[in-house]
């Protein structure tokens, strides 16, 4: 009895040399961009040349447009990196766009109620250390748990997130200015009471030197350090790390409080030194958008900056299509979702080989 088999053949691969990962995901964007030109010269008639050359122009056509690019790369990438750690770890912490609303929301708890009674000097200290001690709590809730009892950590991760919007929804009707607004407002406008100051002129650079300073620190501390050693072989193999005398749950909540406190830095930064502000939705969604760079990156970094610079330009050339064009935006969101499938999938040929079967006979 013959039996059929299958006409393409699949295997696992070994580690591929770096350069060769880097062709496959080089032939990925071409092909991506080919097929956005297609589908932009069959749906709308325009040239995709142009297309390309408006979303260039919507991320880099004017000195502020450049600025701002770089301002949200900043704030991606320093998400993306806070939640590395515990995705090294294979804690799958979806609980990022909590863990910064909730240092947005210390923040602006601290800008508003003492912002009047202390300088500048000593607010932001202050802000800094709450930010990032409520993120630390927003990670450190999960982690005792996963290390106590075993529970699911995206689940209570993901629903850390809806408390945390809670939260902030409940504190802007108390703070709400003017009352029955629904919304605070520019918090301290007049006075600028722990808004972070410029450096050389420049409002956006402050973020991006600490986001810069947290890519540093983040590649020695998972590369080189001890805790980056461990956080890697629990990733491998819980049991082995315990083989090995590293004692895990210790490492699981350690890593989730860096992650949360990270997360909670960030929230700082986009309260005190970008909106000034707190709304539901100041994170953006950047928290789920943080877990796709930081996998795509294969947790290294470096690497990510250039996947979130990726993405961050998709995303602001997307409006600037819109307006230009007069197309509706779920089309720059069609040609952004082109691009991530085939880059996603490109990873499947660095995993795995594809070749055709040979033909012959099996006998069964």
């Known amino acids: 009895m013959n039996k059929k088999q299958s006409l393409f053949h699949i295997a696992k691969r070994g580690t591929l040399p770096w350069y060769l990962s880097a062709a496959i995901r080089g032939c990925a964007i071409l092909l991506a961009l080919i097929v956005c030109a297609l589908v932009t010269m069959l749906m709308?008639?325009?040239?995709?040349?142009?297309?390309?050359?408006?979303?260039?122009?919507?991320?880099?056509?004017?000195?502020?447009?450049?600025?701002?690019?770089?301002q949200n790369l900043a704030v991606l990438l320093g998400i993306s990196l806070a939640v590395t750690p515990a995705f090294k770890m294979r804690f799958w912490n979806i609980g990022a766009e909590g863990q910064v609303l909730v240092g947005c929301l210390a923040t602006a708890a601290?800008?508003?109620?003492?912002?009047?009674?202390?300088?500048?000097?000593?607010?932001?200290?202050?802000?800094?250390?709450?930010?990032?001690?409520?993120?630390?709590?927003?990670?450190?809730?999960?982690?005792?748990?996963k290390a106590r009892w075993n529970t699911n950590e995206t689940l209570f991760t993901l629903m850390m997130n809806y408390?945390?919007?809670?939260?902030?929804?409940?504190?802007?009707?108390?703070?709400?200015?003017?009352?029955?607004?629904?919304?605070?407002?520019?918090?301290?406008?007049?006075?600028?009471?722990?808004w972070l100051p410029k450096i050389a002129g420049k409002q956006y650079l402050l973020t991006i030197l600490v986001v810069a300073a947290m890519t540093v620190f983040t590649y020695i501390y998972l590369k080189y350090s001890k805790h980056g050693y461990e956080i890697a072989?629990?990733?491998?193999?819980k049991r082995t790390a315990s083989y090995a005398g590293i004692k895990v749950e210790r490492v699981i909540i350690r890593t989730m409080v860096?992650?949360?406190?990270?997360?909670?830095?960030?929230?700082?930064?986009?309260?005190?030194?970008?909106?000034?502000?707190?709304?539901?939705?100041?994170?953006?969604?950047?928290?789920?958008?943080?877990?796709?760079?930081?996998?795509?990156a294969k947790f290294n970094p470096i690497v990510m900056i250039f996947t979130s610079l990726l993405l961050v330009v998709l995303s602001r050339g997307a409006g600037e299509i819109s307006s230009v064009f007069g197309l509706n935006h779920s089309f720059a969101d069609i040609l952004t979702g082109i691009m991530l499938f085939f880059i996603i999938g490109s990873e499947f040929f660095i995993n795995?080989?594809?070749?055709?079967?040979?033909?012959?006979?099996?006998?069964?």
């Open 163 to 194: 408390i945390a919007t809670q939260l902030a929804a409940y504190y802007i009707i108390v703070w709400e200015v003017p009352k029955g607004a629904g919304q605070i407002g520019i918090i301290n406008q007049n006075t600028n009471a722990g």
């Open 258 to 296: 860096l992650s949360g406190a990270m997360c909670g830095l960030i929230g700082f930064l986009l309260t005190a030194g970008i909106d000034h502000t707190l709304t539901t939705t100041i994170v953006g969604g950047r928290g789920f958008t943080a877990v796709m760079v930081s996998w795509m």
């Open 352 to 364: 795995y080989k594809v070749s055709l079967r040979k033909a012959g006979k099996k006998e069964a």
């Open 110 to 145: 601290c800008m508003i109620c003492i912002g009047d009674k202390l300088p500048n000097g000593l607010l932001i200290p202050i802000m800094i250390i709450a930010a990032i001690a409520a993120g630390a709590l927003w990670g450190f809730l999960p982690a005792f748990f």
């Open 44 to 70: 709308t008639g325009e040239n995709p040349i142009s297309i390309y050359g408006t979303i260039f122009h919507g991320a880099f056509g004017t000195a502020r447009k450049t600025w701002v690019t770089f």
């Open 233 to 237: 072989v629990v990733g491998e193999s």
